[in-house]
């Protein structure tokens, strides 16, 4: 008799193939036989009956077909992550900034926060917003909201005459009288031409050769370069990252803006009274020698030299491809900016000092001696003159179809662009030498009698009697004005703010 099968003994049957790890349906044969009671304990035997049971109970040759399971893959548990929230500023205003996006590299935004891993200890940040420009910043996350700067670049006051057109007009600030002084600062001697502002600092020059940095928040000194020049007679302008300052005795000078380096400066011919205009990375002025440059600030050299003939004091005025200004022998010359090819000249009556406007397709031109201005069309026809008895220094601003410029006699003139019909005179009580400034509807403008007179521009009625002044009258940005003196400067908030 055959040796009877252990009890439990599992045989798999030579004819079924061995199963595989991979495998999902595994089949297995085997043979039982009841074990005597005997033998088990009294629990699994139950356990067993019931099993053959369920079987039929025969004991031979039985089939069992069972799933096998498999564990789902490991997932890694997620990286710990923490909030980090942040406010986003208006720079100028104060305001926040609607519709604000702030992101970061492998961060998860979530509203005004980054959700960033725990472990993280510094992030590069970006935000941006609609009409601002973008900020790039490594912050350290710590436990309260961080705050970023957003500026609008269209509230900026980049240059000198507030666009490379010279209009004297800026539309997108909109600061009206009465107004509050924020804070104060005395400069040393004459400030003659405007600050430029961007991204919350004021850059200015005074009348002995100093270059200055403020805070427009504060009014502190961020920083003071000494330009060696026994005076100083045009504003700098902000160029990206640089700053570009014409020197009086006849240099270029490239400042950085975040420290006051001079990084580089070029030697003209003649003595420099223009300021900067900056198109495409060239840099446009002229001299006293009567040269005109275009100065590559890439190559740091000049791509062409106009030889004027005539001492230039004017700032280049520019619109689309031609370059325009006036010179001391009287004339208006239109250049080709690419190459600094003459395109037209016409006589302005006498040495033009002041620098030129162009707007709705004329060029508007202060003639010193003839005490008058001027009009041309951009092809250089003559269109009319207004004379006004006194000398005309001032540089005229346009806005809104009308011309604004002073005279010598201290009247303040709005004449109309088209035709040159006088619209109205105010008599602000001093010679004008500065140019007049629109702002937000009113026309603003200092004298030698010391004080600046802010007129409703379209109707000349006083709004604004301010009492310091002498030669430019106003600049700022979105947030402050800011008013000049003699030698102080005072930056200004209006009373009830509005406007965005």
């Avoid at 304990?41 to 089939?63: D, E, I």
């Avoid at 001079?262 to 001299?287: K, N, Q, R, T």
């Avoid at 791509?303 to 009287?330: E, L, N, Q």
């Amino acid at each position: 008799m055959p040796d009877a099968p252990r009890t439990g003994d599992l045989r798999a049957p030579e004819h079924i193939p061995r199963a595989t790890a991979a495998a999902t349906l595994v089949i297995v044969r085997f043979t039982a036989v009841r074990p005597s009671a005997a033998l088990l304990p009294p629990v699994l035997v139950a356990v067993v009956l019931a099993a053959l049971g369920g079987c039929g109970g025969s004991g031979s040759h039985t089939t069992t077909t069972t799933k096998a399971t498999t564990s789902p893959p490991a997932v890694a548990p997620p990286h710990p992550r923490r909030a980090v929230h942040f406010v986003v500023s208006d720079g100028d205003t104060g305001r926040p900034v609607a519709g604000a996006v702030v992101s970061a590299p492998g961060a998860i935004r979530r509203g005004a926060s980054l959700l960033v891993l725990r472990k993280a200890k510094a992030l590069v940040v970006t935000a941006r917003a609609p009409h601002y420009g973008s900020l790039q910043e490594r912050i350290v996350p710590g436990r309260g909201a961080i705050k970023l700067t957003l500026y609008r670049s269209d509230g900026q006051w980049l240059l000198y005459g507030g666009d490379p057109a010279r209009t004297q007009s800026q539309p997108a600030i909109r600061l009206r009288p009465p107004f509050h002084i924020a804070w104060a600062r005395y400069l040393g001697s004459l400030i003659e031409y405007p600050a430029v502002v961007d991204q919350g600092v004021a850059y200015l020059n005074n009348l002995s050769g100093h270059l200055f940095a403020l805070s427009m928040q504060t009014g502190k000194t961020l920083w003071e370069v000494n330009m060696h020049s026994r005076e100083q007679d045009s504003s700098p302008g902000v160029v990206g990252p640089m700053l570009v300052a014409h020197v009086k005795t006849g240099r270029v000078m490239v400042v950085r803006r975040s420290t006051g380096k001079v990084m580089w400066d070029y030697p003209a011919s003649g003595e420099i009274e223009s300021s900067p205009v900056v198109e495409h990375g060239i840099d446009y002025l002229g001299d006293w020698a009567g040269d005109v440059y275009a100065l590559d600030l890439r190559t740091h050299r000049a791509r062409w030299v106009y030889h004027d003939g005539c001492k230039v004091t004017a700032s280049m005025a520019i619109a689309g491809p031609v370059i325009y200004f006036g010179d001391y022998c009287g004339r208006v010359v239109a250049l080709r900016r690419s190459d600094g090819r003459p395109l037209w000249t016409a006589s302005a009556g006498s040495p033009v000092y002041g620098t030129s406007a162009v707007a709705g397709g004329r060029v508007f031109v202060p003639s010193r001696d003839a005490g008058a201005l001027y009009a041309f069309s951009k092809s250089g026809a003559a269109l009319w003159h207004v004379s006004t008895g006194g000398l005309v220094y001032s540089a005229p601003a346009v806005w809104h179809g009308r011309v604004y410029f002073g005279s010598y006699t201290g009247e303040l003139y709005c004449v109309s662009a088209s035709s040159g019909a006088v619209l109205w005179r105010l008599q602000v009580g001093g010679p004008i030498s500065g140019s007049p400034t629109v702002i937000d509807g009113v026309v603003y403008v200092g004298s030698f009698a010391h004080r600046i007179v802010g007129a409703d521009a379209r109707t000349g009625r006083t709004l604004f009697t301010f009492p310091h002044g002498e030669y430019v009258a106003v600049s700022g940005n979105r947030g402050k004005l800011l008013l000049y003196g003699w030698a102080s400067l005072w930056a200004v908030t209006p009373a009830t703010r509005r406007g965005g």
